[in-house]
């Protein structure tokens, strides 16, 4: 049976374009051209999943998203932003939305998203199928263990942030499993075949950091006798966890923040850079916007938009925060 999609945009063209390359990969779509008109056909008919524009007449992208999953929960959606628009697809995932595209819409991209979020639906309609037996059993992911509504909402986060290839700042006092959430992060994504690194910056001399990260040239400097693969390279396809990123020595901040832009490194003494592939997930237990409010010249470049931001409490472990963060018990 074919999937039945709802495409929902205020662009009419959009819609028939969408509409036109769905259809040809054997998709059934309908479409809409605001929000209101959408909950109105969702209310007589069922849909598979729903793609939707941000930025539209009435309700939002937003706020058409949170309004679904509050009457369909299991149902995926995914919402086109504006590029770059990091703000956008950190309230997308915290209203549920299941991904987030960019425009201008690259097709392969937009169809793995929804092919995966389909997948993802049935093998959790399959799970609910199998979860007859009576028999407690303590549930996790990775080494996260808990039943209580608190760390379902916390697998939940996790699940749906290990799907995307977004950049992860994870915040927390100490203790409190930022480290666990990393990993399962990893171990939850398509990067799980590959390597996870990590380094405690706090751990690690500053004047020694920089050749950590990116490696070294042979005669890069005194004492370099031989060069040394960085833990960016060492991490290619994988995830990189930056403990304590808070400890980072400034001059190293603009480093990594280039790094990250350009998607590329360059070992200490090179002359060439390469590509860098790495996933990267950092960790503090400061309130790096306190910091730099508190000392403006000492700019932390992971404020910056190209960190999806999470925090947590000393009462659960660390994880994606997409709502406020419910007690344990």
């Known amino acids: 049976m074919r999937a039945r999609i709802l495409v929902v945009d205020d ?16 998709f059934e779509v309908n479409t809409c051209q605001s929000a209101l008109e959408a909950l109105e056909a969702l209310e007589e008919q069922d849909f598979d999943a729903v793609i939707t524009d941000l930025n539209m007449d009435g309700p939002s992208g937003i706020e058409f998203c949170r309004r679904c999953k509050e009457n369909r929960p299991n149902m995926p959606v995914i919402l ?10 950190i309230g997308a995932i915290r209203a549920g939305a299941s991904d987030f595209i960019s425009k201008p819409i690259e097709f392969p991209i937009l169809e793995h998203a929804l092919e995966r979020a389909l997948g993802e639906r049935h093998l959790r309609e399959q799970v609910k199928r199998l979860k007859q037996s009576e028999v407690p059993r303590v549930e996790s992911i990775g080494a996260l263990i808990g039943t209580s509504r608190a760390m379902h909402v916390v697998y939940d986060l996790i699940r749906r942030v290990a799907a995307t290839e977004t950049t992860v700042l994870l915040s927390g006092e100490s203790g409190t499993g930022k480290e666990l959430v990393a990993r399962a992060l990893h171990e939850l994504s398509g ?10 910056c706090a751990a690690v001399p500053g004047e020694l950091l920089e050749s950590e990260l990116f490696g070294h040239t042979r005669g890069a400097f005194t004492d370099a006798k031989d060069g040394r693969v960085g833990l960016f390279e060492q991490a290619s396809n994988g995830t990189l966890l930056l403990d304590e990123i808070g400890e980072m020595p400034l001059e190293m901040q603009p480093k990594l923040l280039r790094v990250l832009q350009e998607r590329s490194v360059r070992p200490v003494g090179g002359n060439v850079s390469v590509p860098m592939t790495a996933r990267i997930i950092a960790a503090t237990n400061r309130d790096l916007e306190e910091e730099v409010e508190k000392r403006p010249s000492a700019k932390i470049c992971s404020i910056d938009s190209t960190w999806s931001r999470s925090t947590s409490r000393p009462c659960a472990p660390a994880a994606m925060t997409s709502c406020s963060w419910p007690t344990t018990s």
């Open 191 to 200: 990067r799980s075949s590959a390597r996870f690194v990590g380094i405690n």
């Open 11 to 26: 662009d009419r063209s959009m819609c028939e374009l969408l509409s036109e390359r769905l259809s040809a990969n054997d």
């Open 80 to 89: 086109m932003t504006g590029f770059g628009d990091m703000g956008a697809a």
